[in-house]
């Protein structure tokens, strides 16, 4: 299994940029992708999620309106497209490998569990 983040980078407050994690060594018939992200100090947390076999899609509140995630089966490819980013924003964007996109309940962190394969990450800074 092989993921990798593509895209981060330095944007100024309301700007946009999109992630892009290429993945290799599994279907996505059979698993889901997911967003995280982490800065220093803090855990890290689900951003979003999606399902390319039964087209579910799952934000984290904060991002709801702003990110926008696709993906593309044939390529093996899935986006995040963030747009009006913030201050906040600003953390390394870690793609992965998930069994399901929104589940609920114990063993599911930000409507995902906790996953199987990472990527290396891909810094995002948002400057003020």
């Known amino acids: 299994v092989q993921l990798v983040e593509s895209g981060g980078g330095l944007v100024q407050t309301g700007g946009s940029l999109t992630l892009s994690c290429a993945a290799s060594?599994?279907?996505?018939?059979?698993?889901?992708i997911g967003w995280f992200r982490q800065t220093p100090g803090k855990e890290r947390e689900g951003v979003s999620c999606?399902?390319?076999?039964?087209?579910?899609?799952h934000y984290r509140d904060s991002v709801k309106y702003r990110f926008t995630i696709s993906g593309d089966k044939a390529k093996n490819m899935v986006n995040l497209r963030m747009n009006s980013l913030k201050a906040e924003d600003t953390a390394v964007y870690y793609c992965?490998?998930?069994?399901?996109?929104?589940?609920?309940?114990?063993?599911?962190?930000?409507?995902?569990?906790?996953?199987?394969?990472w990527g290396q990450g891909t810094p995002v800074t948002v400057s003020s």
């Open positions: 992965a490998q998930i069994s399901s996109c929104g589940c609920a309940g114990y063993g599911c962190y930000d409507g995902m569990p906790i996953p199987q394969s």
């Open positions: 060594g599994f279907s996505f018939d059979y698993y889901d």
């Open positions: 999606i399902s390319l076999r039964d087209g579910i899609i």
